[in-house]
T-cell receptor
Framework: GENVEQHPSTLSVQEGDSAVIKCTYSDSASNYFPWYKQELGKRPQLIIDIRSNVGEKKDQRIAVTLNKTAKHFSLHITETQPEDSAVYFCAASKGNYGQNFVFGPGTRLSVLP | SQTIHQWPATLVQPVGSPLSLECTVEGTSNPNLYWYRQAAGRGLQLLFYSVGIGQISSEVPQNLSASRPQDRQFILSSKKLLLSDSGFYLC??????????????FGQGTRLTVV
């Protein structure tokens, strides 16, 4: 089955700096890659996603890039703010109705004021 | 709009006792449904997913089971809880489309402590 790895497990940045989180996946049939943000004690919520027919997607301060050949994708957060502090999860999924989301182990991001 | 309800929010159960967590989805039909477990400070482990009534796929062997008695109802059960079953359990749903894939929406979660 699919295996998703995520690095780093923890990341501390100064407010205003950029943060990059990287994920790799194993199943070349995966075609949908969402990123979720989970604040302490709360449910994960989608922040951005990318499909396999796209190489890059941007939404304000966050962007995601996908390299299908290398089977890796990355989350980029620019101009980080304290409210960006949370655990971030990447996931890989493939369709055909039996959509199965496999998550990475998560990255705990701390933005220091 | 679609909503997902999961209950209870917190639960403390003794070792060896049974478990039943319920999740329901409103505002959609034929959703894919998922149960995830999150141990303290850890990632999201997929336990079960379902693409239809009575159809359950298990991702990891364990003493948990899942059932989908109705289209928008997903139940996580155990006959005898273990200490290692403690964690944060999340139900999620996603639309069933061939293309494009869509995001998974999570319930509020149940924090289970087995004592």
């Amino acid at each position: 089955g699919e295996n998703v790895e995520q690095h780093p497990s923890t990341l501390s940045v100064q407010e205003g700096d950029s943060a990059v989180i990287k994920c790799t996946y194993s199943d070349s049939a995966s075609n949908y890659f969402p990123w979720y943000k989970q604040e302490l004690g709360k449910r994960p919520q989608l922040i951005i996603d990318i499909r396999s027919n796209v190489g890059e997607k941007k939404d304000q301060r966050i962007a995601v890039t996908l390299n299908k050949t290398a089977k890796h994708f990355s989350l980029h957060i620019t101009e980080t703010q304290p409210e960006d502090s949370a655990v971030y999860f990447c996931a890989a999924s493939k369709g055909n109705y039996g959509q199965n989301f496999v998550f990475g182990p998560g990255t705990r991001l701390s933005v220091l004021p | 709009s679609q909503t997902i309800h999961q209950w209870p929010a917190t639960l403390v159960q003794p070792v060896g006792s049974p478990l039943s967590l319920e999740c329901t989805v409103e505002g959609t039909s034929n959703p894919n449904l998922y149960w995830y477990r999150q141990a303290a400070g850890r990632g999201l482990q997929l336990l079960f997913y379902s693409v239809g009534i009575g159809q359950i796929s298990s991702e990891v062997p364990q003493n948990l089971s899942a059932s989908r008695p109705q289209d928008r109802q997903f139940i996580l059960s155990s006959k005898k809880l273990l200490l290692s079953d403690s964690g944060f359990y999340l139900c999620a749903w996603a639309e069933r489309w061939l293309q494009p894939n869509t995001e998974a929406f999570f319930g509020q979660g149940t924090r289970l402590t087995v004592v």
